[in-house]
């Protein structure tokens, strides 16, 4: 019985934590659906976002003023990457837009650390990582409350970012620009505009996800690496599909934590770190379009 | 030819490259009467396409650039614009290959067309309900993905998409491409219908040069990026020249204008 709760418990941890990494494949998702690009800056605007959170509390502001400050840095973020980067690129090749990201990503890294230093620092977030009491009383189960936080964070961002999709004007805008930009463009919906929408965007997603992971592992390079794992996210979940995204971080998690607590001993411990990619290689073998890769809709 | 006013596009003498080297327009020039429905005739890689992507500025998004002449839309000079800037002005071009949003259903693709007007809530249920006076087939379809509905539909749908731009002048790439005639018959007819009823003025590149002369005021018949012969549709339909080539009544070897002429010069000369 102890052995079946026990499994529960590292299952529903790595689900937990397994929204993170649904979030930031979110954030790629986004930006792949609008510009067809893998955005390799993913990372570096993760640390970017939380970093300058940090040096906003350590410069003696609140914790609200310091997440709106940081939101609005993002959005700021998001406008110059879209008139200074993806604008100027706009006619380009996609293989031109990825190495552009990638340029992104070593720029933000660069910033990053020249403003705000390169030590690791603390974000104490006011929720520990310990067991809720409730939960151990009620289910018998050990699970952290920053694991829950977390879990609840993300699923109210997708929830709601997916509402302002299906209801809003600019996201009816966003859905068409992701299905034809060029026919999207031929009616005046403005390809800037929803650029700098889904930057934005994604821009707030790294900031929670930063704030999530920071909160844990402590604000330091190693995010960076932390949200490429929504590379193997993708390649399960597909690159267009916004449930895939989502379950694709699930899946993630999920299997992550319990390889590293049923195998990682036979490992030397710390395969959470790799297992995703070789799960991620298992499913390019047999099901390289992902399990939710939208299937393309022919015109008749 | 420039400065009248009854005009609402005025095309002088164009000349478009793509990638700075490829040029795909020599020397195009066309008048648009405001109110009328002017076709724009010629075989595949005549130009058509590049001459509608030169009025609506898309020409930019593939590399392409006009390299000399003017473009003048309602008084305006069209240089510098970009698509969503002349959308705003009332100028919206229908692509070819229709490009629905294949996963946004009938309904949200209309509505995406008025994007740039900024409607309310229910002046969009107004507008919806006017498109769908003349495209009725649409009401019914309105829940069904694009995607998933006919190529007929999907042409319907694209031009609908258009008319919710509220657009002064509509651009339209082969609208009958791959569509049975009874189909084509159909969209011509509302085409016709929004140009009577909502005075929107029309460019409308074809292949199909009987069904675009039987329907338009004007024609103009363009080969490898020059205007070869243009008339009023009655002219261009009783043309012989025009009957051999383009309405199917052809003697072999003569392809194209070039040879006519030159066919002709030779035996004046001799
Ligand atoms: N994006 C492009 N890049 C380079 N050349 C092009 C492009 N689009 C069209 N062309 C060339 O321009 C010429 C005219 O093409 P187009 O305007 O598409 O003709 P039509 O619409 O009459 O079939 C053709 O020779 C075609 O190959
Ligand atoms: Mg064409």
Redesign the pocket.
Known sequence: MTEVLFFIEVVVAGLLAGTMYSLVALGFVLIYKASSTFNFAQGAMVFFAVLAFVGFMELGLSFPVSFVVTVLLMVLVGFCTERLVLNPLMNQSEDTLLMATIGLGFVLEGLAQAAWGVEVRRLDLGIGDFPIEWIIDVFGLFVSALDVTAGIVAAVLIIGLALLFKYTRMGLGLRAVADDPGAASSIGIPLKNIMLLVWSAAGVVALVAGMMWGARAGVQFALVDLALKALPVLIIGGFSSIPGAIIGGLIIGATEKVLEVYLGPFFGGAIEGWAPYVLAIFFLLYRPEGLFGEKIIRRV | MTGNSDNILEINSIE?M??SV????HDVSLNVPKGKIVA?L????????????SISTMLAA???KVTKGSIVYDGTEVKNQNPYEMVTLGMVQVL?GRRCFGHLTVEENIIAGAYSRKLSKSQIKDELEKIYGYFNRLRDRRKSQAGFTSGGEQQMIAVARAMMAKPKMLLL??PSMGLAPQLVAEIFNIVKELNEKEGVSILL?E?NTNVALRNADYGYI?E??HVMLHGSADELLNDEKVKELYLGISKEGRKNFRDVLREEETKKLA
């Open positions: 478009v793509y990638d490829i040029s795909a327009l724009l010629g075989g595949n890689g005549a130009g058509k396409s590049t001459t509608l992507k593939e590399r392409g070819e790439d082969e590149a292949q363009i490898t990026g």
